[in-house]
């Protein structure tokens, strides 16, 4: 699969298992950069979710703001590197009160500079209704961005939708055509 690889999916889709499922398929030393930080308790059962259906195999880099440095500092032929997720750190982001755009913009750098496998999950969030207020809606609307720019630079771009991958761009694996 031509990396890097953007997978999308709303909350609960899939695209977590989807993304890890290529990683370890892959044959190559996993990587997991992880942007959530544990805040609350189910926000921390959560992350433990994810950590027991990975396994130990998986080392795990945690990236809740500086997530281009760590994708260029772990990006190698070799590896496969998977990023969950990019609507954490933009809320991440947003919560510090840094400026976003810069952000995206070290982020393509980086993506289109990457070697071995990336894979970069994201919620798609625009699919549900206008938020009531003005921070959701420009959460909203720098997300939508966000995704727009990186499926320019992804030659794969995968959507989840009840646990099944969907091909935007690209062809999935044979292993996932079914």
Known sequence: MPSPVLVLGGQRSGKSAFAESLVAR???????????????AEMAARIARHRARRGPGWRTIEAPLDLAPAIAGECRRGRAVL???????????????????SAFAGLERVVAEASGLLVLVSNEVGLGVVPANALARQFVDLAGELHERLARCCPTVVLTVAGLPLALKGSLPPTFED
């Open 26 to 40: 892959s044959g190559l030393e996993p990587v997991y950069i992880a942007t959530g930080e544990p805040g609350d």
């Open 83 to 101: 990023v969950d997720c990019l609507t954490l750190w933009l809320s991440n982001l947003l919560a510090v009160g840094r400026e976003p755009r």
